[in-house]
């Protein structure tokens, strides 16, 4: 008598047997599928004629998806790429003949602008959107940050007037109570967030060194 033994390629041999389409979530992701969910307040039993909860939070999660911050605020005139206070350099300051905006850099930071009353969670919330039921690993949660497309120069400097700032996908991993701030690590090429060994960063980065 002898068992049975696993084929090491069995996924792969499985892979070839689906046949016809399919709805399962064939796209690979390192995020919850709850943390794409948006905060309804729907109540779960609804009167005969009215939307189901659960269509009108997949209609809302697919409209909030098909906006995109940049173009926003592209479309109110804003440049995403000067939000961002830089270095004073009076030695290319534009004339005031050349320029229909004022000469005058921008030098307060967003941060003073920040208004959280209409935010539909807490920040707590937020970072608990990365817990799976059954899980005790905490995944990260999908956004999008401004941040420089250098990232060695924005480390060294973040007000250096040669970086340019984009809108780019992150994953937030943490937030500090303290400072205010959240922790987030871009996503790579295929939307995943991964440490340098190629592995999925879960609770915050936190390694059992620290």
């Known amino acids: 008598v002898t068992k049975f033994k696993m084929p090491k390629d069995f996924k792969s041999l499985l892979d070839k047997q689906v046949v016809g389409p399919t709805t399962e979530v064939l796209t690979e992701s390192d995020f919850p599928v709850q943390s794409f969910k948006p905060k309804v307040q729907v109540p779960f039993e609804r009167l005969p004629g009215q939307n189901p909860r659960k269509v009108e939070v997949e209609r809302r999660r697919r409209l909030y998806l098909s906006f995109d911050i940049a173009e926003l605020l592209a479309s109110k005139g804003i440049d995403s790429n000067q939000l961002m206070p830089r270095?004073?350099?009076?030695?290319?300051?534009?004339?005031?003949?050349?320029?229909?905006?004022?000469?005058?850099?921008?030098?307060?930071?967003?941060?003073?602008?920040?208004?959280?009353?209409?935010?539909?969670?807490?920040?707590?919330?937020?970072?608990?959107?990365?817990?799976?039921?059954?899980?005790?690993?905490?995944?990260?949660?999908?956004?999008?940050?401004?941040?420089?497309?250098?990232?060695?120069?924005?480390?060294?400097?973040?007000?250096?007037?040669?970086?340019?700032?984009?809108?780019?996908?992150?994953?937030?991993?943490?937030?500090?109570?303290?400072?205010?701030?959240?922790?987030?690590?871009?996503?790579?090429?295929?939307?995943?967030v991964r440490d340098e060994e190629g592995k999925p960063i879960l609770n915050g980065g936190i390694t059992p060194e620290g």
């Open 87 to 192: 270095h004073y350099d009076p030695d290319n300051m534009p004339p005031i003949e050349e320029t229909k905006d004022s000469v005058f850099p921008i030098y307060l930071p967003l941060k003073v602008f920040d208004d959280d009353e209409y935010d539909c969670r807490t920040p707590e919330e937020w970072i608990s959107l990365g817990l799976e039921p059954g899980s005790s690993d905490r995944k990260p949660v999908p956004g999008k940050a401004l941040l420089p497309t250098d990232d060695v120069l924005g480390h060294e400097d973040p007000k250096s007037q040669q970086l340019i700032y984009k809108w780019i996908d992150v994953g937030v991993l943490d937030y500090d109570k303290e400072t205010e701030l959240y922790l987030v690590h871009k996503t790579n090429k295929n939307g995943l």
